[in-house]
């Protein structure tokens, strides 16, 4: 399959995933505590099955990574890495950001991936080499170059204690320095706002790659840059990433450094 036909796979997958959720938008019946974790509904699981009969109907040998029920391994090159739904906490309480995340990569290579947001009807994608999406029209990172006139974006986790403390340190040094900062509560959703141009910047740590496998790809291929806090390259295992319009990429850094080092914390 090319990357263009693939990359329609991924959009279709993604629109009909976000059917189930939406089927299931406040009227959520069932909320479960994962250990360390945050919670589960049923529209998760649901969302995740149909997600996961579609790929090995068409892609039986392909390894997924999935929030909910982990990790099958196959014998393609190919992996699909699924967040069926990214923001499960403000889905549960009818808080309307959330969305479908989908990405197949080949080894550390991102080939497609597609962030649907349901109830908007919002469909970003992207494909390798050939640019960043929204409702098929291309987007673009934006070009300023003040972080004083930025709007950025980041998550806290459910980090506690010390944890928390570091959270809120990198968000008072930001935050003292740019226009506005906002948490709304699901990574991938964010990632697609630094793409589509309605961020400059975003940063958070604790991250799982089903967080941030097709965000990453979004950002890049809309002209944007992804790093760790120290500016390093990351990839979507690292546990960590600062996105930007590339441009402000530096400043950020410089206000991250010193607020701590990579974790692994729970999910949205």
Not at 49 to 60: H, N, Q
Not at 156 to 181: D, K, M
Not at 187 to 216: I, K, M, N, T
């Amino acid at each position: 399959m090319t990357g263009m036909r693939l990359g329609e796979f991924v959009k279709s997958v993604a629109a009909g995933a976000g059917e189930v959720l939406l089927k299931y938008f406040n009227r959520v019946r069932r909320i479960e505590r994962k250990l360390n974790a945050g919670i589960v509904t049923e529209a998760d699981k649901y969302a995740e099955d149909y997600i996961l009969k579609r790929i090995f109907r068409s892609f039986p040998d392909s390894s997924v990574i999935t929030e909910e029920s982990g990790e099958y391994k196959r014998e393609s090159s190919l992996c699909w890495i699924i967040d069926p739904l990214d923001g499960t906490t403000n889905y549960a309480h009818g808080f309307p950001w959330f969305c479908v995340s989908i990405a197949v990569y080949e080894g550390k290579k991102g080939l497609a991936g597609a962030i649907y947001q349901p109830t908007t009807g919002e469909m970003f994608s992207a494909v390798s080499g050939h640019g960043a999406r929204l409702n098929g029209k291309r987007i673009h990172v934006t070009r300023e170059t003040n972080i004083e006139d930025a709007l950025l974006g980041t998550g806290f986790r459910y980090a506690t204690g010390e944890h928390l403390g570091r959270e809120i340190y990198a968000f008072h040094r930001v935050s003292e320095v740019a226009r506005g900062v906002r948490r709304p509560g699901a990574a991938a959703l964010d990632l697609a706002f630094v793409a589509c141009g309605r961020y400059d910047g975003f940063w958070e740590r604790g991250l799982s790659p089903w967080d941030v496998a097709a965000g990453f790809l979004l950002v890049e291929e809309a002209g944007g840059k992804i790093s760790d806090y120290r500016g390093s390259p990351t990839g979507c295992h690292d546990g960590e990433c600062v996105a930007s319009n590339g441009k402000l990429h530096g400043r950020l850094i410089r206000l991250l450094k010193g607020t701590g080092s990579k974790s692994r914390a729970r999910a949205d």
